[in-house]
């Protein structure tokens, strides 16, 4: 079968759901989406493609805590952020600034040896998002007192919003 041969390389969502939907014992079936989830995770060479699978495998199985625990992860992009905030923000907002706060700061590797344009434009929005859900004095404080933690750095978004609120 060909979707299952190339899945863990692709990370192609119709894939996914496809061979899912076909293995009928359910304690194989877990352990096959298990694999397939750590290998997502733990892709480099097709990050963008990979991290993209694993928020709609999270998003398909309406596990929407566990997508904003992932947002400190570099593995989401800003973009992938910003495309399921809402549903995120709906959820549980303190966790999800929280998250968005700690988010560890995107990498340049060798596999994406460019920043993705469109990065900026997905700030942008997250920062407009968080500024119409929380209080201005809350996001002020909450970035404040998690610049005293020990190895702390700020993300992109920080910075962003650092500015724009001065």
């Given at each position: 079968?060909?979707c299952a041969?190339?899945?863990?390389?692709?990370?192609?969502f119709?894939d996914y759901?496809?061979?899912?939907?076909?293995?009928?014992?359910e304690e194989?079936k877990?352990?096959?989406?298990?694999?397939?989830?750590?290998?997502?995770k733990t892709?480099?060479q097709?990050r963008?493609q990979s991290?993209r699978?694993?928020?709609?495998?999270l998003?398909?199985?309406?596990?929407?805590?566990k997508m904003?625990?992932e947002?400190t992860d570099?593995l989401?992009?800003?973009?992938?952020i910003?495309?399921?905030?809402d549903?995120?923000?709906a959820?549980?907002?303190?966790s999800?600034l929280?998250?968005?706060i700690?988010?560890?700061?995107?990498?340049i590797?060798?596999?994406n040896p460019?920043?993705n344009?469109q990065?900026n434009?997905a700030?942008?929005l997250?920062a407009?998002?968080?500024?119409?859900n929380f209080?201005?004095?809350?996001?002020k404080?909450?970035?404040?007192?998690?610049e005293t933690r020990?190895?702390?750095q700020?993300?992109?978004?920080i910075q962003?919003i650092?500015q724009k609120?001065?």
């Amino acid at each position: 079968m060909y979707c299952a041969f190339f899945l863990p390389f692709t990370f192609e969502f119709e894939d996914y759901e496809f061979i899912r939907d076909r293995i009928s014992n359910e304690e194989e079936k877990k352990k096959w989406r298990t694999q397939i989830l750590s290998r997502a995770k733990t892709a480099y060479q097709n990050r963008g493609q990979s991290a993209r699978f694993y928020i709609q495998v999270l998003h398909s199985e309406g596990r929407v805590k566990k997508m904003i625990e992932e947002v400190t992860d570099s593995l989401f992009s800003y973009e992938q952020i910003a495309e399921y905030f809402d549903i995120m923000v709906a959820t549980d907002k303190r966790s999800l600034l929280a998250s968005l706060i700690t988010k560890r700061a995107e990498q340049i590797s060798f596999y994406n040896p460019q920043e993705n344009p469109q990065s900026n434009e997905a700030i942008a929005l997250i920062a407009e998002k968080l500024v119409q859900n929380f209080d201005i004095d809350y996001l002020k404080l909450a970035i404040t007192e998690s610049e005293t933690r020990r190895w702390y750095q700020p993300n992109k978004l920080i910075q962003f919003i650092k500015q724009k609120l001065g």
